[in-house]
Nanobody, 121 residues
Framework: QVQLAESGGGLVQAGGSLRLSCAAS????????MGWYRQAPGKQRELVAG???????NYPDSVKGRFTISRDNAKNTVYLQMNSLKPEDTAVYYC???????????????WGQGTQVTVSS
C-alpha cells in the first residue's frame, strides 16, 4: 500500500507565498509523474502543475510564472512553491503520484487527502 501525505496549506494574504509538500511512503518501486491539482467549491478538479520522472514540468496559464513544482526522488517527495497568490487560488490542493509497485508489479495513481489553501484579499 502507498500513502501520500501533504503539508503546507494555510491562510495567506493576496500577494503572499506558500510551499506545499507531499511525501509518498509505502511499497514504492519507483514513481513516474507527480502533480498537484486543486478543487474550489462548485468547480471541477484541475491540474495546477505536473512533473515527470526526468524533471520536465507543465503548468496551466493561470499559474505559469507564479507556481513552481519540484521533486526530490530520493525522498519520494514533490513540492509546490506558490508565489504572488491571488484570491482565485483558494481551493483544496491535492497531490497525485503515478506509483510503480513491485509486489505485485503494477502502476497505480494515488492521491493525497488534500490541504486547504485560502488567499484573502
Amino acid at each position: 500500500q502507498v500513502q501520500l501525505a501533504e503539508s503546507g496549506g494555510g491562510l495567506v494574504q493576496a500577494g503572499g507565498s506558500l510551499r506545499l509538500s507531499c511525501a509518498a511512503s509505502g511499497s514504492i518501486f519507483s514513481i513516474n509523474a507527480m502533480g498537484w491539482y486543486r478543487q474550489a467549491p462548485g468547480k471541477q478538479r484541475e491540474l495546477v502543475a505536473g512533473i515527470g520522472s526526468g524533471g520536465s514540468t507543465n503548468y496551466p496559464d493561470s499559474v505559469k510564472g507564479r507556481f513552481t513544482i519540484s521533486r526530490d526522488n530520493a525522498k519520494n517527495t514533490v513540492y509546490l512553491q506558490m508565489n504572488s497568490l491571488k484570491p482565485e487560488d483558494t481551493a483544496v490542493y491535492y497531490c497525485n503520484a503515478e506509483v510503480k509497485t513491485a509486489q505485485p508489479m503494477s502502476v497505480t495513481d494515488y492521491w493525497g487527502q488534500g490541504t486547504q489553501v485560502t488567499v484573502s484579499s
